[in-house]
């Protein structure tokens, strides 16, 4: 069992549904050693997420950030969190509801994700510093 884990520095992104896949490749430099394993990625941020989803039409991103702007309004009465602006509370929640980590096959050394599937950084904020992500890959 072979194990790496390194970190990755996202340059910031604007609010919305990105595809980081390639930068996640780059950085998984011992990637091509493992034939069969797995590849968590773990963001290390409360205000941003990550998901699996189309790869190749961009409107879907952009439904992406229009519906859960939808779910998770800004400007809620009831919010009580809105220390840095009216996206802090929305979103802490959007990046619950999306997640903090995805999981992808190794097989032959490459991700074997399907043919339009690319790992997403939903960045929930107006304006965010650059994001840290862990890679941990593992496998034989």
């Known amino acids: 069992m072979k194990f790496y884990q390194n970190e990755l520095r996202l340059e910031p992104y604007p609010r919305g549904f990105h595809i980081i896949t390639h930068h996640i490749v780059a950085s998984a430099s011992q990637l091509g050693k493992i034939n069969n394993g797995m590849l ?5 941020h409360t205000s941003a997420s990550l998901t699996i989803n189309e790869n190749a039409d961009p409107t ?4 992406f950030e229009s519906h859960i702007n939808v779910m998770v309004p800004e400007n809620a009465p009831y ?3 809105d220390y840095e602006g009216s996206d802090d509370m929305p979103a802490h929640i959007k990046s619950s509801l999306m997640g903090a980590s995805v999981m992808i096959p190794i097989s ?9 599937q690319g790992i997403y950084l939903c ?7 650059g994001r840290n992500l862990v890679l941990s890959y593992f496998g034989v």
């Open 79 to 81: 919010y009580l969190h």
């Open 108 to 116: 032959n050394g490459k991700l074997n994700l399907g043919i339009w």
């Open 60 to 63: 879907v991103r952009d439904d």
């Open 40 to 44: 968590q990625v773990f963001i290390k």
């Open 123 to 129: 960045e929930h904020r107006n304006y965010a510093s």
